[in-house]
T-cell receptor, first 121, second 112 residues
Framework: GAVVSQHPSRVICKSGTSVKIECRSL??????MFWYRQFPKQSLMLMATSNEGSKATYEQGVEKDKFLINHASLTLSTLTVTSAHPEDSSFYICSALPPLPQKRESGNEQFFGPGTRLTVL | KNQVEQSPQSLIILEGKNCTLQ??????????LRWYKQDTGRGPVSLTI?????NTKSNGRYTATLDADTKQSSLHITASQLSDSASYICVVSGGGSYIPTFGRGTSLIVHP
């Protein structure tokens, strides 16, 4: 299957600082990437949809000025948590959607990254 | 409203035993249904995909079933192993959106 990487895998920062998380599709070009947040024992919650070359679409309740998303290339999307606070501590997961038709032989499967554990002190 | 409900929320079984996880959905029109396994601290990994015409599909010790009429799916795990301990997430695509609907997952713990 397709490979999606995230960096860093784990980050600890002080309250008030900004943290950038990278999501890369390693063997395919992804015009669409998704960013999720997951709290302990909860399912994935979609934060935003990132489209290459255009502004991200944010889900209701997600502050676009706090969670900055940039999808500058077909293989890279970044999520920046600005002025992080302890309540932003969570597990952030990205996924990438391969373009039609090459890798979508199994339907609209999203390939997930390994996740980034953010802890804000 | 597109919804995916999973049961049980959590499950504890002994190594070697079988178990079945349930997924009910209201997503319409239906496109496909996937079961993902998510190990703690990792991203989800796809186990199976079920389309409308498929009733059952196996992937090793994992067997998924789909009843599109009743909008129900199950994931059966045979001869469980300690490494099966994870969260199992049911994800349904369709409903007029390319963004799928996620269930809350079933947390499975396999004890020796």
């Amino acid at each position: 299957g397709a490979v999606v990487s995230q960096h860093p895998s784990r980050v600890i920062c002080k309250s008030g600082t900004s943290v950038k998380i990278e999501c890369r599709s390693l063997d395919f070009q992804a015009t669409t990437m998704f960013w999720y947040r997951q709290f302990p024992k909860q399912s994935l919650m979609l934060m935003a949809t990132s489209n290459e070359g255009s502004k991200a679409t944010y889900e209701q309740g997600v502050e676009k000025d706090k969670f900055l998303i940039n999808h500058a290339s077909l293989t890279l999307s970044t999520l920046t948590v600005t002025s992080a606070h302890p309540e932003d501590s969570s597990f952030y997961i990205c996924s990438a959607l391969p373009p039609l038709p090459q890798k979508r032989e199994s339907g609209n499967e999203q390939f997930f990254g390994p996740g980034t554990r953010l802890t804000v002190l | 409203k597109n919804q995916v409900e999973q049961s049980p929320q959590s499950l504890i079984i002994l190594e070697g035993k079988n178990c079945t996880l349930q997924c009910n959905y209201t997503v319409s029109p239906f496109s496909n249904l996937r079961w993902y396994k998510q190990d703690t601290g990792r991203g989800p990994v796809s186990l199976t995909i079920m389309t409308f015409s498929e009733n059952t599909k196996s992937n090793g010790r994992y067997t998924a079933t789909l009843d599109a009429d009743t909008k129900q799916s199950s994931l059966h795990i045979t001869a469980s192993q300690l490494s099966d301990s994870a969260s199992y997430i049911c994800v349904v695509s369709g409903g007029g959106s390319y963004i799928p609907t996620f269930g809350r997952g079933t947390s499975l713990i396999v004890h020796p």
